[in-house]
């Protein structure tokens, strides 16, 4: 099994899986889905008495969301996580009480009127707290009319997509089998085989008489091209199931290459695991 890396953006990734099995395939889509850590918002204290404005002018602690909706919206913002400094809550040693090891704390305060944003979440700690801004700055939270304010505090931990959605790393994660080309070419001095050639998203042209796909990877199965030229005639798509492209992007919390190299650290890891309980079976 190896991976050919066609694009690896810092939130993008596309990548060939060479040499593998659907079976496979199938569980490296389900561990980037499920099963990276990242931090997210876990816990938000809302403050409800007055709030004092900068311009000393007393606020409302009121918001034309529900504090449910407000703390939900908060849970989903996408939180940097360093996987080398932060550990689950879990397996920390402050025994999950909460400590810098396995917590981030935010505060947010703003008065109205104003669009509460994610860059308007102050990490708390540290010299470096800075590194742990929201990812995206501009991600609204709720609108606050005049005389409306909010303060609250945030507690942002490590878990898996397998609890809770807002844990999840990856998304849009798909693939598909490799498409598989044959051209006869006999008909590539054919008109038909040029007006195909058009059609095809994968980028077909004719070399010396031959016709050629550029881009298999760019073929959507479409077979547009096999109703231009029919398919007895000398042209077959077909696919190939050993080997896989696939897609998927982050929420910006981990990188694209990050993530892909935490799933399959986390497939050998499990590989291994059941070999040596099989074993001792
Ligand atoms: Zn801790």
Redesign the pocket.
């Known amino acids: 099994m190896d991976i050919q890396i066609i694009e690896m953006a810092d939130r993008k990734a596309k990548f060939i899986l060479k040499d593998s099995s659907p079976a496979m395939a199938n569980a490296l889509r389900r561990t980037l889905l499920s099963d990276i850590p990242k931090m997210a918002i876990d816990t938000v204290e809302f403050y409800t008495g007055k709030i004092e404005g900068d311009d000393g002018k007393e606020y409302e602690s009121i918001t034309p969301l529900f504090e449910e909706i407000i703390a939900h919206r908060l849970g989903m913002l996408p939180v940097p996580t360093d996987l080398d400094l932060f550990v689950p ?1 879990s397996e ?3 025994g ?4 810098p ?3 981030i704390m935010y505060s947010l305060q703003k008065t109205g009127p104003a669009t509460v944003l994610s860059s308007d979440l102050q990490p708390l700690g540290g010299p470096n707290s800075d590194k742990l801004r929201i990812v995206d700055e501009f991600i609204p939270i709720v609108e606050l009319t005049a005389d409306q304010g909010i303060t609250v505090y945030a507690k942002a931990v490590m878990g898996t997509a397998k609890k809770h959605v807002k844990w999840q790393v990856c998304n849009g994660v798909g693939y598909k089998y490799m498409p598989v080309i044959e051209i006869d070419p006999k008909h590539a001095s054919d008109d038909a085989v040029v007006a195909c050639a058009e059609l095809c998203p994968a980028g077909l042209e004719v070399k010396n008489k031959k016709l050629v796909v550029k881009d298999p990877v760019a073929c959507g199965y479409a077979k547009g091209c096999l109703e231009k030229l029919d398919e007895t005639e000398g042209v077959t798509v077909n696919w190939d199931d050993t080997n896989f492209l696939f897609k998927y992007e982050t929420d910006g919390s981990l990188t694209a290459q990050q993530a892909l190299d935490i799933a399959v650290d986390i497939l050998s890891k499990e590989a291994k695991g059941f070999a040596d309980d099989i074993k001792v079976l």
């Open positions: 809550q920390c040693e402050c999950g009480e909460g400590c090891n396995c917590t």
